[in-house]
């Protein structure tokens, strides 16, 4: 279908935008998105979709047509049409361990064996060896997060802090694993490869790494079990021990994610399969019927399938067993993919108007030192990340925009491929209103701007990155390449 008035008008001519037209879109998304989510508690997704119309107003003044905004979003979704769909995947594979024992099984351990003043630490460990054995953030956030958030609720200890932990945890795997896409990503836009990339990263994210566990460990130790909390593990336990059988076989679905990890199959077939190992489990183990594991994949898993279970009555479950156990199922990512597919309308228009690389053009003027160019692309990468929400995005378009300015200024590749992943690829679960905030929100129960402050590797990163550009440390120079001539880009008024 096309836009009658594109049909009707001769093609516009393409106007560029001044530095104020420039920024309006972005201006505007960032206050609408501001103002609604954390002033106003707006949905998100509706936001994003003004922020869209706005943005294609604008872009109808500059010339841009109808087809090329919606070519534009096309090819945003299209990039990340794999990563929509693992997402999915990990709905389904939440739903179909909680119902096979997996992490009850888990979390009923963790109860047994952990110190409340332990937890914080080991959460962020845990989380930290499976992203990066399996190397995503995501899958480890739905399956050993999920375990870990329910054993801190079991134990009373904090658990916007255990997110953060969490979190942090899961996003060092997401920027050092080999099976990483982001850290496959990173050095393909930046023309690095991935080993001297994820060798580089030791220099930033390594000391990131050990400062967030020693602060987890000090706030920690500030944990410690109230006077109800040895009544509500042991009630937890209880609802665990009688709703499930446990045995070792229950941790085949996570074998099989780690094997698949290992010998590096694509990540949605090894999804599904874990699901559905998980899924016979429950048959075979739980006694689950077909019809509940069929609906425990696709909405979730609920207490109500227990009913008969050891003598359960769900009506009656603690608010604990209830936040454990009811999760899952592919439909409870009905609203992250709205934002993450709204998120890609707003970056696909934008990236037709040419705002962005007026943006660029004029940031790139202003640089000069080292530090200057590292901060320049913290700053753009931070940037795309509140503007578009996107971590392939934070990513690509300052990686492009940036991919020539170092090695003309005498630095390696890997030195930018590094900076982008320090930057935005983990900032993006730190910003309410997108994908990847709303995802670990939802699967772990803690609003974002709750866990945000503890979630200290995020931050701690991209602080680094910017120390090593202005003192040299960790900073890998080469011989300058020569600029070669072009065009200077216009900025009309």
Not at 149 to 159: C, E, F, H, N, R
Request: glycine content about 12%; aromatic content about 6%; overall charge neutral.
């Amino acid at each position: 279908m096309t836009d009658p008035s594109d049909a009707a008008a001769p093609p516009r001519e393409r106007r560029t935008p001044g530095l104020l037209v420039a920024a309006l879109p972005i201006v505007l998304m960032l206050t609408l998105m501001i103002a609604g989510t954390v002033w106003l508690g707006l949905d998100p997704v509706i936001l994003l979709v003004g922020a869209c119309v706005v943005t294609g107003v604008i872009a109808r003044w500059l010339g841009v047509t109808w087809n090329e905004m919606l070519a534009g979003i096309r090819s945003k979704i299209d990039a990340a049409m794999p990563a929509l769909l693992i997402l999915i995947s990990i709905g389904m594979l939440i739903g179909t361990w909680t119902l096979s024992g997996t992490i009850p099984m888990i979390v009923d351990w963790g109860l047994k064996a952990i110190e409340p003043s332990w937890i914080v630490v080991l959460a962020f460990l845990i989380t930290m060896v499976v992203s990066t054995v399996t190397g995503t953030s995501w899958g480890s956030v739905g399956t050993v997060g999920v375990a870990l958030i329910g054993v801190a609720g079991g134990l009373g200890v904090s658990l916007p802090m255990t997110a953060g932990a969490i979190i942090s945890g899961a996003y060092f795997g997401d920027k050092m694993s080999p099976m990483s896409d982001t850290t496959n990503l990173a050095p393909a836009v930046a023309g690095s490869s991935l080993f001297e990339h994820i060798r580089h990263l030791l220099y930033t994210t390594g000391p990131a790494a050990v400062l967030s566990c020693v602060l987890y460990l000090v706030l920690g130790r500030t944990q410690h079990a109230d006077g109800q909390a040895a009544q509500r593990t042991e009630a937890l336990q209880n609802v665990l021990e009688r709703g499930f059988h446990f045995n070792l076989l229950l941790l085949l679905p996570p074998a099989v994610v780690l094997v698949g990890a290992v010998m590096k199959k694509p990540p949605l077939p090894t999804i599904i399969v874990s699901s559905a190992v998980a899924g016979a489990l429950g048959g075979i183990f739980q006694g689950f019927s077909i019809q509940q594991i069929s609906s425990a994949a696709a909405t979730g898993f609920t207490t109500d399938m227990l009913s008969g279970h050891g003598g359960i009555d769900p009506q009656h479950l603690s608010a604990a067993a209830g936040t454990l156990l009811n999760r899952g199922g592919m439909s409870s990512m009905a609203t992250t993919m709205l934002i993450g597919l709204a998120g890609f309308a707003f970056a696909g228009i934008l990236t037709e108007t040419g705002c962005l690389d007026v943006l660029m053009h004029r940031l790139l003027g202003k640089v000069r030192r080292t530090g200057g160019i590292i901060l320049a692309t913290s700053l753009s990468s931070l940037g795309a990340a509140l503007a578009m929400g996107v971590s392939y995005l934070t990513i690509i378009v300052p990686g492009q925009a940036f991919k020539d300015v170092y090695p003309e200024r005498g630095l390696a590749p890997k030195n930018l491929s590094r900076t982008l992943e320090d930057s935005g690829t983990v900032f993006v679960p730190l910003v309410p209103w997108t994908e990847a905030a709303t995802y670990m929100s939802t699967t772990l129960g803690v609003a974002t701007m709750a866990y945000a402050p503890y979630a200290f590797l995020n931050y701690f990163g991209v602080i680094i990155a910017v120390i090593c550009g202005y003192t040299g440390f960790g900073i890998a120079r080469q011989e300058p390449v020569r600029k070669a001539a072009e065009e200077p880009v216009a900025v009309g008024a």
